[in-house]
């Protein structure tokens, strides 16, 4: 093919660095594909546990085919901190010099969200080159921060973001997201919706075939016997594990019923907290886990659980990295999610309960304790299949190209 794209994400990883990420995945199946991609991304993010050690403002490290590009940013010691925010501008900035840095030109760029900001500097050289511009949302901002992180529309910062979302939307060729029906707020922001194309978050076949083993001290944590109910993922605000933590304490007199919560967050401490405070010996506590791990984690639950704050921004749709984690894993699924386009139960791999709602949630659990193993077999077994026709990275990779392709000869 012998075409160049740029992927420009602030916050991307590697397997290195942190864990692989969408656009790392994105990338590498774009370069088997016969494209000379560079993945070009900030040298330090609060989530990497292994920050890459750049010294000059830019420096190029050759991974699994691609060309990672870190550009240098400051290091800040939480996520909160207005040196986070600087980052912003600052990658945002130097980005345009990027044309000094990087030799090969771009046919395409593909700009992810968020941040918001760094679309600037990905608008920027489109132009400069002439390439084709594609705008990767994620994350709807900044109206999930007004939502769910209680910013003013008034906030002038805010304002401002508000406008680069409106320029992205009606300057890039190409609009990309893992939220479904994100293509509405777009569409009302005044996007051509002819522009819009879902492409989800996805999985690496190859690391879920034959996952890492879990580690002695982990799995001696882990209840041997009994019916498990298992949540993955980031402890935050968002991940709503308040409401399994009170659905635990509903079940409480049920001995065989267990709870395990598995990662890292904001929250875990205060949850933590909350579980000894009610003494609830049916709800136990893991340290994060390796990625590569997660399906090995997964295989000692018999259901799985996500859980989302009762908003009316997941009307958008949910992408979150679990979706695909807990699809793949082949274990019926607990969303505890108000908005549409629930996936699994559209692929009929799981229940669905309103938001927040605890009774809601214990009588899904019930249910799924009641069910016998062959029914919970089958529930999990349509889900696995479900992941590998839509949610595999080179299907998602492949989607893309012929995306870019066909927008480069429109």
């Known amino acids: 093919m012998g075409k160049t794209i740029w992927i420009v994400n602030q916050y991307a990883s590697t397997p290195?660095?942190?864990?692989?990420?969408?656009?790392?995945?994105?990338?590498?199946?774009?370069?088997?594909?016969?494209?000379k991609v560079y993945l070009i991304a900030g040298s330090y993010a609060h989530k990497m546990n292994s920050p890459p050690n750049v010294k000059d403002q830019y420096e190029i490290e050759k991974i699994d085919g691609i060309n990672i590009v870190w550009v240098r940013v400051f290091r800040y010691?939480?996520?909160?901190?207005?040196?986070?925010?600087?980052?912003?501008?600052?990658?945002?900035?130097?980005?345009?010099?990027?044309?000094?840095?990087?030799?090969?030109?771009?046919?395409?760029?593909?700009?992810?969200?968020?941040?918001?900001?760094?679309?600037?500097?990905?608008?920027?050289?489109?132009?400069?080159?002439?390439?084709?511009?594609?705008?990767d949302v994620r994350d709807i901002w900044p109206l999930t921060l007004v939502r769910l992180g209680g910013f003013s529309t008034s906030n002038p910062f805010i304002q401002f973001l508000q406008k680069v979302e409106d320029i992205a939307y009606l300057k890039s060729d190409v609009v990309f997201s893992n939220l479904e029906n994100s293509y509405v707020h777009m569409e009302s922001r005044g996007m051509d919706g002819k522009k819009f194309h879902w492409i989800p978050n996805g999985f690496c076949l190859a690391e879920v075939e034959n996952p890492s083993s879990l580690s002695k001290e982990v799995?001696?944590?882990?209840?041997?016997?009994?019916?498990?109910?298992?949540?993955?993922?980031?402890?935050?605000?968002a991940n709503c594990l308040d409401t399994l933590i009170d659905a635990a304490g509903s079940l409480r007199a049920h001995r065989t019923i267990k709870f395990v919560i598995v990662g890292e967050g904001s929250e875990k401490n205060r949850l933590i907290e909350l579980v000894r405070s009610r003494s609830l010996s049916n709800c136990i506590f893991i340290?994060?886990?390796?990625?590569?791990?997660?399906?090995?984690?997964?295989?000692?639950?018999?259901?799985?659980?996500?859980?989302?704050?009762?908003?009316?921004?997941?009307?958008?749709?949910?992408?979150?990295?679990?979706?695909?984690?807990?699809?793949?894993?082949?274990?019926?699924?607990?969303?505890?999610?108000?908005?549409?386009?629930?996936?699994?139960v559209k692929y009929e791999c799981g229940l669905n309960v309103k938001a927040q709602e605890v009774d809601s949630l214990v009588k899904a659990i019930e249910t799924v304790f009641q069910m016998s193993k062959m029914n919970r077999s089958k529930m999990g077994h349509k889900g696995r299949k479900a992941a590998l026709d839509n949610y595999e990275y080179s299907n998602l990779a492949s989607s893309i190209s012929k995306i870019l392709e066909r927008e480069k000869y429109v």
């Open 77 to 135: 010691l939480k996520s909160t901190s207005k040196l986070r925010m600087l980052n912003w501008i600052v990658f945002s900035l130097k980005l345009v010099w990027l044309r000094r840095v990087i030799k090969d030109p771009p046919d395409f760029i593909i700009c992810s969200s968020p941040s918001l900001v760094s679309f600037l500097g990905a608008y920027h050289l489109a132009r400069y080159y002439k390439a084709i511009l594609a705008f």
């Open 287 to 344: 340290d994060r886990i390796p990625k590569p791990q997660v399906q090995a984690m997964i295989r000692n639950f018999s259901c799985c659980y996500l859980g989302w704050t009762d908003s009316d921004l997941y009307d958008y749709g949910i992408g979150a990295n679990k979706i695909t984690d807990y699809l793949y894993g082949g274990k019926p699924v607990i969303n505890s999610y108000s908005g549409s386009s629930d996936p699994f």
């Open 219 to 237: 799995m001696e944590k882990i209840p041997s016997k009994g019916f498990i109910v298992g949540y993955v993922g980031s402890l935050g605000v």
């Open 16 to 35: 290195k660095v942190g864990m692989g990420g969408r656009h790392y995945y994105i990338a590498r199946e774009l370069s088997k594909l016969g494209y």
